[in-house]
């Protein structure tokens, strides 16, 4: 009986053949059982170790829904949906990116007939531009004001779509809700030249408010042109104009809070604070910590066109953050090189920025912008 396996299967009795070594065809069709034989068995441990590799790269591609070409083929419809965003983001986000290359060069766009074979021309001169960078204290004051900035934008501001989405989700007549979303929405609308004129008419010199005082005897005052509190201007502007538009996510994550978790807990005796500290906070929590995580990643951008508007009327000292800094050197100075390198530096910061808060978020327990 021994002898006829052997012959039929290349096996001996002991699952091995005569000389100690496994046939191909017999690991093949199962490598799971060869790979659970126990150490006796004739098996060596390079080929348990082969096979293991070879059983769970067909778990994994079982898992997945087979090969990429047959995962390709289901998903055709889809990936042809995705291909023309894939290609804008390509062209007009990834691409760009190889022009930072200028930033390690004396770039000189007028050294060819073409601004881009200039880049081949010009000369190179490695961190040479990051040095001059890091001795300018005009850098560091618009790094300093763009910090303030984002601070003052991440106490005042972002939690005010929370506040607004708490309130407009305790309205109940849906026509009061309507109609304050739609009052809310409508400032994000506008353009900042025409946010910065409504706030010029109303703390300007010329506006309501000093007009009002100096014809009762006061002295008027000009909020627009102080350097003091040009930062609490700015985020204000923000807060006008953005804040309503924030709480779309917010109600939408609201929306699919289940109601039998509000009328368990009200059977339960919990009143509406309890409610909304129980139930509708924690329903809000994922939000919160992906906008936070996605706002802590443009830490330093607080504004360009905003505060290019208002920069004359302060002064460089109060309003020059690197957006407008990279803005002035690369292209009213035309020092090319030396605003990308601040460029560079800028987005290097944001992303880690945004892997340092993504990771807090995951030891917070939420997901973050991307899973662990």
Do not use: C
Request: aromatic content about 10%; charged content about 15%; overall charge positive.
């Amino acid at each position: 009986m021994a002898h006829g396996t052997t012959s039929r299967g290349g096996t001996s009795p002991q699952g091995s053949t005569p000389h100690g070594s496994t046939p191909r065809g017999t690991a093949s069709r199962g490598a799971t059982s060869v790979t659970d034989a126990p150490p006796d068995a004739g098996v060596s441990e390079a080929e348990r170790r082969t096979l293991r590799k070879a059983s769970r790269r067909a778990s994994r591609k079982a898992a997945n829904g087979g090969t990429f070409k047959a995962r390709l083929k289901r998903d055709r419809t889809l990936v042809l949906m995705t291909l023309p965003a894939v290609l804008l983001v390509l062209v007009f986000n990834y691409i760009p990116i190889l022009g930072n290359v200028v930033a390690f060069q004396e770039y000189d766009p007028y050294i060819s007939d073409n601004g881009f074979v200039a880049i081949f021309h010009s000369p190179w001169v490695g961190f040479e531009q990051f040095s001059r960078l890091f001795e300018d204290s005009a850098f560091w004051d618009a790094v300093q004001n763009t910090l303030v900035l984002f601070g003052l934008q991440l106490l005042l501001f972002f939690p005010v779509p929370v506040l607004l989405a708490l309130l407009i989700n305790s309205v109940i007549r849906p026509r009061v809700r309507a109609v304050s979303q739609a009052i809310l929405y409508l400032p994000h609308f506008f353009s900042w030249v025409l946010v910065i004129t409504v706030f010029q008419q109303i703390f300007g010199g010329a506006g309501i408010i000093a007009q009002t005082l100096r014809e009762h005897g006061h002295e008027g005052f000009d909020l627009m042109t102080d350097p003091g509190i040009f930062k609490f201007l700015v985020t204000a502007e923000g807060v006008w104009k953005d804040a309503g538009w924030g709480v779309i996510v917010f109600l939408a994550a609201l929306a699919s809070v289940s109601p039998d978790l509000y009328e368990a807990s009200a059977m339960d005796g919990a009143g509406r604070w309890r409610r909304m500290w129980h139930v509708t906070l924690p329903a809000l929590r994922p939000v919160i910590a992906l906008l936070l995580v996605l706002r802590v990643g443009d830490a330093l951008t607080v504004g360009f066109e905003q505060i290019l508007l208002q920069r004359d009327a302060v002064g460089p000292g109060a309003a020059e953050v690197l957006d407008t800094y990279v803005w002035w050197n690369g292209v009213r100075n035309q020092d090319f090189s030396y605003a990308a390198a601040a460029g560079l530096i800028k987005g290097v910061v944001s992303l880690g920025l945004v892997l340092a808060a993504n990771k807090i978020a995951h030891l917070m327990g939420e997901q973050g912008v991307y899973k662990k």
